[in-house]
């Protein structure tokens, strides 16, 4: 095959793995992931701060850009940089995959919420071997604007726009306090100690409507919650509100509650909701809606 035929087929995978990370990034910017999604996945808690997701957003975009403007050997750092990220996806794919319920990876957003399965691992694995393709492309000298017929990375940048402004498009419904939409998702498996014994969350809210508020162990906070759960119960007599004591089975982390003090909704249908909130002042916000709500009656 000539040279210039393989310097092609090698440019045409670095451009569709560019345009896997632009539109990753700018999705991301646009729309981040809630810090409650990502601790669903079992990331390290460091890894769904705000800066972080924020940080790994602009590192994608970075990636993606000089994929295509870096020329020669320099394309080795950004493409192992690739490496790394894609690498890092695949094995979080995998776990998410493996998990005992559905889990969406927000790869392009908070909104992303399409469930990891095999065709997503597939995705993973032809980014990884991009990524590695994009090193032999630096070894040997490649640069997109020298060597790639431009309509192609016209074409490149089309669908990475089209992508990006796909994902924008959102969906309907309830919105949570930063007016993006509460996308529900099923109760996941996962215990809680409440009235010092482990209960499966899905048992709970069989029947009723739960409020889960985890207390810190000391300090003023713990103080005026407790104080407040009397008047909670009064005005919300469709929800059970319930002080969780410890979890087990990983049951605060695939809620995504991430300390104390925090509170979920778990709904009555089978799924969540209300939620993920952290510190007393979200909770009062939380307890508030749902005192707006009315109980559904038959």
């Known amino acids: 095959m000539p040279a210039a035929a393989v310097d092609h087929l090698l440019g045409a995978a670095v451009v569709a793995l560019a345009v896997v990370l632009l539109a990753a990034g700018t999705g991301k910017v646009a729309r981040p992931p809630a810090p409650a999604q990502l601790a669903a996945l079992g990331l390290p808690r460091w890894a769904h701060r705000p800066a972080t997701i924020r940080l790994h957003a602009v590192a994608e975009i970075v990636v993606g850009l000089a994929l295509v403007t870096v020329p020669g050997p320099w394309l080795v750092a950004p493409a192992l940089a690739a490496a790394v990220l894609t690498a890092t996806y695949l094995v979080v794919s995998w776990r998410a995959w493996r998990s005992p319920e559905p889990l969406g990876c ?6 992303d919420d399409r469930v990891v399965g095999p065709a997503h691992l597939a995705l993973n694995v032809a980014l990884v071997v991009a990524a590695v393709v994009a090193v032999v492309a630096g070894v040997r ?3 997109a604007i020298d060597d790639l017929p431009p309509i192609v990375l016209g074409i490149a940048g089309a669908v990475a726009l089209v992508a990006h402004l796909w994902g924008l498009s959102g969906n ?6 930063g007016g993006r ?4 998702r099923p109760i996941p498996k996962g215990q809680v100690v409440v009235d010092g014994r482990a209960v499966e969350l899905t048992d709970l809210a069989r029947e009723r409507a739960q409020l889960l508020v985890r207390m810190p162990l000391i ?3 713990r103080e005026y919650l407790l104080a407040a759960l009397p008047e909670w119960r009064r005005r919300l007599p469709h929800v059970d509100v319930r002080v969780t004591e410890g979890d087990a089975r990983g049951g605060y982390r695939r809620l995504g509650i991430l300390g104390a003090p925090s509170a979920v909704v778990l709904g009555a249908d089978g799924l969540l909701a209300g939620g993920p909130v952290s510190g007393g002042d979200r909770i009062r916000e939380l307890v508030e809606e749902l ?8």
């Open 106 to 111: 927000h790869c392009f957003g908070w909104d």
């Open 141 to 143: 000298g490649w640069w």
């Open 219 to 221: 300090g003023r906070e």
């Open 291 to 298: 005192a707006g709500i009315a109980p559904t009656t038959s």
């Open 181 to 184: 939409p509460y996308l529900r």
């Open 172 to 177: 309907g419904g309830d919105t949570d306090r």
